[in-house]
């Protein structure tokens, strides 16, 4: 696979989850051996939660001006 494809496919959650996933049901990993991925599914989490907190505060924001300028 292309560097650029496995830069993009590394950042949707569904392929670090899947790498761990196999390594628990079909090759009997344990839970040491799968830091990496889930080090690396719980850094999207913070980042998804991050963008969303952003996102709403932004949003939040919006609203408070919209209001202020209609009800002004």
């Given at each position: 696979?292309?560097?650029?494809?496995?830069?993009?496919?590394?950042l949707?959650?569904?392929?670090?989850?899947?790498?761990?996933?196999?390594?628990?049901?079909?090759?009997?990993?344990?839970?040491?051996?799968i830091?990496?991925?889930?080090?690396?599914l719980?850094?999207?989490?913070?980042?998804?939660?991050?963008?969303?907190?952003?996102?709403?505060?932004?949003?939040k924001?919006?609203?408070?001006?919209?209001?202020?300028?209609?009800?002004?």
């Open positions: 696979m292309p560097k650029g494809l496995q830069l993009i496919a590394n949707l959650p569904s392929t670090p989850y899947f790498k761990v996933f196999n390594s628990l049901a079909s090759e009997g990993a344990k839970l040491k051996n830091n990496n991925g889930f080090v690396h719980l850094v999207l989490l913070l980042i998804g939660y991050l963008l969303l907190y952003l996102r709403f505060k932004f949003a924001q919006k609203i408070k001006t919209v209001a202020k300028k209609t009800y002004n």
